[in-house]
């Protein structure tokens, strides 16, 4: 049974904005990816979801109860993380998730216990007895991830998690968001208007643009082999590409990088790959990468 | 074969299958984070000084009424449950401009309200939540001193049993002017408090309203010419002392109430609109902040 249903949902704001445009999807269990542009609805959808924001028309189900009368429900059960800032400054990590678990229903007892684990799990130790307001964004985004955490939700919406952070908090945020979709059991809808970052962590896409559903694929079917070698060299490929296809393997360079059709050697992978060796040794070219080509997720989008 | 190395076990997630209290739990805890941020609980000691010094010093005319009962009898009345409110008036404002702004302003200021409403409860229940906490916070000088006036005076009685029977009968008047002045103290607060950007702000234009009104009441009253009519209406806590002689009778003598002469049904109105306009007020505020 899928854990969100929309049909036909519309959201229309005053002065004729048209936020989301009669959208129908069906999610199920996983890492959840909704990309799409900003403005695209995602925020939009994500309130309606939580019961927040009556929807113009169209109805929405969330763990199989209705989001226009049911929102108290799901909140219970469900756990959001804003894009934007949401932490006062002059209490500690400890005591504000501790609040936030009870104010979500837990017995004051639950709460600090699940905090102390929640809190550790984000990875936030000896810091989280000090004042929130001295903290850094990697560890202020940690924080409001465990604070959507702290009562078990059986869902979890992210809205750009790693909004703000340098590479390595996006990483940090990423492997945590991974970790919480697949050891915790808890799907996670991120959404985001990165499409690097969705495609390393999603299981699932769902792709939305003005409002309208633009598509929804599962990214471990999507990101399969092309039957492609990717072959990246440290100069320019070209003369390595001409002499693969006087041998009669399909080759073709962009700059430093190389495609060949791994089906046009004929006598099976390893000889293609025998021949990139043997080739490169001769005209001297260091090979700095050879892989197989997978789909990205742009792709998606252009086909669209 | 015992494990003599030890192992730090890393026991992963755990989920959680106990109880979960919904809205009824969610409204109780910001309630009691409410009455703790009133108190200055579980923050530095100097945030406990203004709370618990108000506490004190409210308290402290009734055990000094308690002492001079017990000391020199019946001679004279000092305090009386009529007109303690009135005469601890000052620290009123002073408690609220300093306690309310702990309650509403973080949230609003720090965007956390969009994560409260993320919980199972509403927007209504947040500031339903948030008016019971500074109002049970309030209970503590509009009530507490009274009581112990009335406990004292029935224990330093030479016969406690006919002195209960003497002054349970204020015991209505007691809770009823004790929970009335919390209330309405209390919307009053919040609602000049959830239009503040800044706790500082907040604490001022508190202090304001109540000095203002304090001050112009007195001018008004003094003035004669029909002014002594108007002037309990422009300050909060002469509105109050009305609505509790309306309600519960006792005049105190130096409120600006008994020289206005007005109909003491106009005071029970003039709280009703107090408290309408207050929540009119909160309900606006908390309506327009985004989800």
């Known amino acids: 049974m899928p854990l ?6 519309t959201k229309r704001y005053p002065g004729n904005v048209t936020a989301l445009d009669g959208l129908t999807v069906e999610i199920g269990e996983g890492v959840i990816g909704l990309v799409g542009a900003n403005g695209a609805g995602k925020s939009t959808l994500i309130k309606i979801l939580l019961g927040l924001l009556p929807a113009t028309a169209g109805e929405a189900r969330v763990l199989d109860l209705d989001a226009a009368t049911q929102g108290s429900a799901i909140r219970e059960l469900v756990g959001y993380m804003p894009e934007h800032d949401c932490l006062p400054p002059d209490v500690s990590a400890t005591e504000f998730v501790s609040h936030m678990g009870r104010v979500s229903g837990l017995p004051a007892g639950a709460a600090r216990e699940r905090t102390a684990d929640v809190l550790r799990h984000v990875g936030l130790y000896e810091e989280r007895y000090r004042p929130i307001g001295g903290y850094s964004t990697g560890m202020k985004q940690r924080v409001k991830l465990a604070q959507a955490l702290v009562h078990d939700p059986r869902l979890l919406l992210l809205d750009e998690p790693t909004n703000g952070l340098d590479p390595a908090g996006r990483d940090e945020m990423l492997a ?14 991120v959404a985001s208007h990165l499409l690097g970052e969705i495609e390393r962590v999603a299981t699932w896409l769902v792709a ?9 694929a599962q990214l471990t079917d999507f990101t399969e082999r092309t039957g492609q070698l990717l072959v990246e060299t440290d100069e320019d490929a070209a003369p390595l590409a001409q002499r693969l296809v006087e041998r009669g393997i399909e080759a073709h360079a ?3 990088n190389m495609v060949v059709d791994i089906a046009s050697a004929g006598d099976g992978e390893f000889s293609v790959y025998d021949a990139v060796r043997d080739e490169s040794v001769a005209l001297s070219l260091a ?5 197989h080509r997978r789909h990205q997720l742009e792709d998606l989008f252009r086909d669209a | 074969m015992p494990d003599s190395t030890g192992t730090i076990y890393d026991i992963g997630y755990r989920g959680y299958d106990g109880p979960r209290l919904g809205r009824r739990g969610a409204i109780g805890a910001i309630v009691s984070a409410g009455l703790r941020a009133v108190f200055g609980l579980g923050r530095s000691g100097r945030s406990k000084i203004l709370p618990w010094g108000a506490v004190v010093l409210a308290v402290l005319p009734a055990g000094v009424a308690v002492a001079i009962r017990v000391l ?6 000092l305090y009386s449950y009529d007109n303690y409110l009135w005469g601890i008036g ?4 002073i408690f609220i401009a300093a306690q309310a702004p702990e309650l509403v302003v973080n949230d609003m200021r720090h965007r956390v309200l969009p994560l409260y409403f993320s919980r199972p409860i509403s927007r209504v229940d947040y500031v339903a939540a948030k008016l019971a ?15 112990l006036l009335f406990f004292g005076r029935v224990l330093a009685a030479e016969d406690a049993l006919a002195a209960v029977g003497d002054e349970i009968g204020a015991l209505p008047a007691i809770i009823g002017s004790g929970v009335l002045h919390a209330v309405v103290l209390a919307s009053i607060g919040l609602a000049i408090c959830s239009v503040a950007g800044r706790r500082a702000y907040a604490a001022g234009a508190v202090l304001a309203v109540f000095l203002v009104g304090g001050v112009m009441g007195g001018t008004f009253g003094s003035q004669g010419g029909g002014l002594e009519a108007i002037a309990p209406f422009v300050n909060p806590l002469a509105i109050l002392d009305g609505a509790r002689e309306w309600l519960f009778g006792g005049s105190v003598v130096e409120s600006p109430v008994g020289a206005a002469g007005v109909p003491m049904y106009l005071y029970g109105l003039a709280v009703a609109v107090l408290i309408a306009v207050s929540w009119a007020v909160l309900a606006m505020r908390y309506r327009s902040v985004a989800t």
């Open chain 1, 208 to 216: 939305v643009d003005a409002g309208r559903l633009l598509r929804t």
């Open chain 2, 90 to 93: 000052a620290l009123l404002p």
């Open chain 1, 176 to 189: 945590l968001i991974e970790r919480i979709g697949r050891d915790f059991g808890i799907t996670v809808i």
């Open chain 2, 72 to 77: 020199a009898g019946d001679l004279i009345d």
């Open chain 1, 254 to 256: 962009d700059g430093r």
């Open chain 2, 133 to 147: 906490a500074m109002s049970f916070g309030l209970l503590a000088l509009t009530l507490l001193p009274v009581l």
């Open chain 1, 287 to 291: 090979l700095i990468r050879i892989e």
């Open chain 1, 4 to 9: 969100i249903t929309t049909r036909a949902l």
